[in-house]
């Protein structure tokens, strides 16, 4: 791997350009919270730490190390961790779950950074500390993301630069030690205007304890991180239980307070949901976030819900809704036509499904963007949007640039035939015909395909869908795969059709590069499931990531948005704008609920207080 250049330099000797050290940084604007804040707004900053909490999933694990390909999807739960906390690797900063994109110092106590966002400059906290009580380093730093550019996954292999068709294209042109604790990085032709936030973001690793020989091997032989908890036993497969470590670093600055709360976390590991469930209903398990509105409605009548001992509550986050549903692959050539993907879009029967399977509680979701802002969904595209779209406009259907675009709806009975006539009407306009009950090419080839399912909710939703298609001649077989399996045909593309979610926030940017643009669409691990190389879509991220104003960004995502819906790549299935979540009573959380709806790391036990 090149090599990025590493200055001993200090910064008196250095000829950087000068900039003011500050405690966050924001995307768009200003961080909502000043210098002086004390905590986040949606903790209890006097909650007494202590006692315990019993977390449950589904699956198994093999690895210690998510950051590498054979560990993607197989490691243990807590280790960097969007829903539980980074309880063991930390960050340079941290971001606010009340904020669209914010972030405030974690490992770095401050940055610097110009208008333009040529460079950012971090400035270590001098107080953080390795679990073994070594310093963290500006070499640690540098050290980490050379390590994860060489023998990272995606994102992570990302970080510095990304293959081109011309060869490599630099992110970063430099990192640099700048004094005694500080790593300045100055960007390249390949960074945005969201790279520094993404930087900020990056585990850290501490280079005297780790193997680079071994590092993108799966591995269960604990490590050395900076965070709040450190391992305190393993299970293989089964369980792994996180114990406080009382001389964490970071326990009194800002961004932590009100976190990190239990004295010990626990994750254990069950094989399918129903078992979770009924652990979680003799207290084995205490919290018990729910997906399924019949369950929701009817499982909940065990005497421990119906005496107070398990709370039922629901949340409202204010993000967009998101994308749930079935992604063509299109590397498939039968797949490679967006008459067939709509086709195959309109034959799902969402009315049959969602009456019959979940009792009607979920809305179908129409763009990846919608109830925001942000969505083509309900808002017409304006002058900025047109223009930034350019040609790409005439390959856009009316009514999707109009904002009126949607699903039909269907009478519910799972075979509306005036949907399936113009599905069937679609699939002739792509040379297809119905000969002897099958839908035939024009070389007398039938439409056969299989999807990838992973669990009973996905394959009850594919045995509809596959009713369906039935109806107009094509058979679609359905495999439903353990763990191990999804993992590896996940990353190598190895499905004609999979069930996938597409998580939306209010500030999208770096991670659709990783979803759907063409430089991701051959990388293994990545997330571009559905295979898209798109120079439209590609130009839409680009100028999604370096919006300056407000009114270009949210232009550039709507532009982006409509690109989507319009390219047929998913068979949209639905979203319910709520979270629910069961929990035993003794655990307890804040009042205020952020944007991004609740954070267990900011919960609590109340038998410790």
Not at 90 to 106: H, K
Not at 429 to 438: D, E, L, P, V
Request: aromatic share 12%; glycine share 8%.
């Amino acid at each position: 791997m090149r090599r990025i250049a590493l200055s001993l330099l200090f910064l008196a000797q250095c000829s950087f350009a000068q900039a003011e050290p500050v405690h966050g940084i924001a995307m768009h604007g200003e961080p909502a919270l000043g210098a002086d804040y004390k905590h986040f707004p949606y903790v209890n900053p006097d909650v007494k730490k202590g006692g315990s909490i019993n977390y449950g999933v589904v699956g198994t694990f093999d690895s210690l190390n998510s950051f590498v390909l054979k560990g993607m999807r197989t490691t243990a739960r807590g280790i960097w961790d969007p829903e539980y906390g980074n309880l063991f690797y930390e960050s340079l900063m941290t971001r606010s779950s009340d904020e669209p994109f914010s972030l405030y110092g974690l490992l770095a106590e401050s940055v610097e950074w110009d208008e333009d966002r040529t460079f950012i400059q971090f400035n270590l906290n001098p107080k953080a500390r390795w679990h073994d009580g070594k310093p963290v380093t500006a070499e640690d730093v540098i050290f980490s993301f050379e390590l994860l550019q060489e023998k990272g996954r995606p994102p992570y292999s990302r970080r510095l630069w990304y293959p081109g068709s011309d060869g490599k294209v630099m992110v970063v042109e430099s990192m640099e030690k700048v004094g005694d604790n500080s790593v300045r990085f100055t960007f390249g032709e390949g960074a945005n205007r969201e790279t520094p936030l993404i930087l900020a973001m990056s585990p850290i690793l501490p280079k005297h304890a780790v193997d680079a020989n071994a590092f993108d091997r799966t591995s269960l032989e604990i490590p050395v991180g900076s965070g709040p908890y450190k391992i305190k036993s393993i299970k293989p497969g089964e369980k792994i239980t996180y114990a406080r470590d009382p001389n964490y670093w970071g326990k009194d600055i800002p961004s932590k307070i009100g976190f990190d709360n239990y004295d010990e976390i626990s994750v254990t590991y069950f094989l399918q949901d129903s078992t979770l469930f009924e652990a979680f209903k003799k207290g084995d398990v205490d919290i018990y976030p729910e997906g399924d509105s019949g369950h929701w409605a009817r499982a909940y009548d065990f005497p421990a819900a119906t005496n107070g001992d398990v709370v039922k509550e629901v949340f409202k986050p204010g993000l967009p809704s998101g994308m749930l549903g079935f992604v063509f692959n299109t590397r498939r050539p039968i797949f490679a036509d967006p008459r067939v993907r709509e086709a195959l879009s309109l034959a799902l029967d969402f009315e049959w499904i969602n009456k019959n399977l979940y009792g009607g509680a979920f809305k179908r979701s129409q763009s990846f963007w919608q109830n925001s802002a942000l969505g083509a969904y309900g808002n017409a595209a304006d002058a900025r949007e047109l223009a930034l779209l350019g040609p790409a406009k005439d390959q856009i259907p009316a009514e999707i640039l109009a904002g009126n675009y949607a699903m039909p709806v269907s009478d519910g009975s799972g075979a509306d035939r005036k949907i399936l006539r113009q599905a069937v009407t679609l699939m002739a306009q792509a040379g297809y015909t119905i000969k002897g009950g099958k839908m035939l090419d024009a070389a007398g080839k039938p439409l056969v395909f299989e999807v990838m399912t992973q669990n009973a909710d996905q394959e009850k939703m594919a045995i509809a869908y596959q009713r369906a298609l039935a109806l107009i001649g094509i058979q679609m077989a359905i495999r439903t795969v353990d763990d191990a399996q999804y993992q590896a045909r996940s990353n190598s593309f190895d499905y004609d059709m999979i069930v996938k979610a597409y998580p939306s926030s209010l500030s999208p940017g770096a991670e659709q590069y990783n979803r759907w643009n063409g430089s991701s669409r051959d990388a293994q691990g990545s997330f571009n499931y559905a295979g898209v190389a798109d120079p439209d879509i590609d130009r839409m991220i680009d100028a999604m990531a370096n919006a300056r104003s407000l009114e270009d960004f949210q232009a550039a995502v709507r532009a982006y948005d409509r690109l989507l819906v319009a390219g047929h790549y998913v068979v949209p299935l639905y979203h319910i704008g709520e979270q629910w979540v069961a929990r035993w009573k003794h655990v307890g959380r804040p009042d205020k609920t952020p944007l991004y709806g609740y954070q267990l790391p900011v919960w609590w036990d109340t038998r410790a207080q």
